[in-house]
């Protein structure tokens, strides 16, 4: 399996201001995503990042909200920005690595307050 | 919105006893994945199951795929204190590739 790491793994923010996640892989994969969980909750995906173009987003979520990059086939970045406390979630990225197979990151823990 | 039906919600057993969980769907999915989450982590993979009736094992888990596949079951067999997390089901629609859609989740408590 791939192995993916996660900066930072949890942040206190003020609402009002943006966090930039990042997302490594150590290998090159064809997909990476972006899953938020909130508190007690199930995943939700937020979107695909698609590289070397702009990011598919799911019902709901926008790219002025969630701008996401996907410079090269092994790292993405996820902005939220305008954090309201409502945004206090995990923000997961997964990947898609050999026979289809999706695999999690350890997840950036955000508390907004 | 959220197309998957996972029950139980939660599971309260001792260790050594059996644990059972499933997820139902109106949707037909071609691939059905499970997972383990403990706390502070991001979900594990588990088993992944590509093939309806498709059984599969992996040590004391074993899952399957339903036949109408829109079903999918988890068993853990012989459960021990470490056991103990949050299991997902995800499915995958056969037009959305690499897209998945969790169930809520069933949490699993391994008393000694």
Do not use: H
């Not at chain 1, 090159?28 to 995906?45: A, D, E, I, K, N």
């Not at chain 1, 995990?90 to 690595?97: E, T």
């Not at chain 2, 067999?77 to 995800?90: L, M, Q, R």
């Amino acid at each position: 399996s791939a192995v993916i790491s996660q900066k930072p793994s949890r942040d206190i923010c003020q609402r009002g201001t943006s966090l930039t996640i990042q997302c490594q892989v150590d290998s090159q994969v064809t997909m990476m995503f972006w899953y938020r969980q909130q508190p007690g909750q199930s995943l939700t995906l937020i979107a695909t990042a698609n590289q070397g173009s702009e990011a598919t987003y799911e019902s709901g979520f926008v790219i002025d909200k969630f701008p996401i990059s996907r410079p090269n086939l092994t790292f993405s970045t996820l902005t939220v920005s305008n954090m309201s406390p409502e945004d206090s979630s995990i923000y997961l990225c997964s990947v898609v690595y050999a026979q289809e197979t999706q695999y999690f990151g350890p997840g950036t823990r955000l508390l907004v307050l | 919105g959220q197309q998957l039906n996972q029950s139980p919600q939660s599971m309260f057993i001792q260790e050594g006893e059996d644990v059972s969980m499933n997820c139902t769907s109106s949707s037909i999915f071609n691939t059905w994945l499970w997972y383990k989450q403990e706390p502070g982590e991001g979900p594990v993979l588990l088993i992944a199951l590509y093939k309806a009736g498709e059984l599969t094992s992996n040590g004391r888990l074993t899952a399957q795929f339903g036949i109408t596949r829109k079903d999918s079951f988890l068993n853990i067999s012989a459960s021990i204190p470490s056991d103990v997390g949050i299991y997902f089901c995800a499915g995958q629609l056969g037009d959305s590739w690499g897209k998945l859609q969790f169930g809520a989740g069933t949490q699993v408590v391994v008393t000694p």
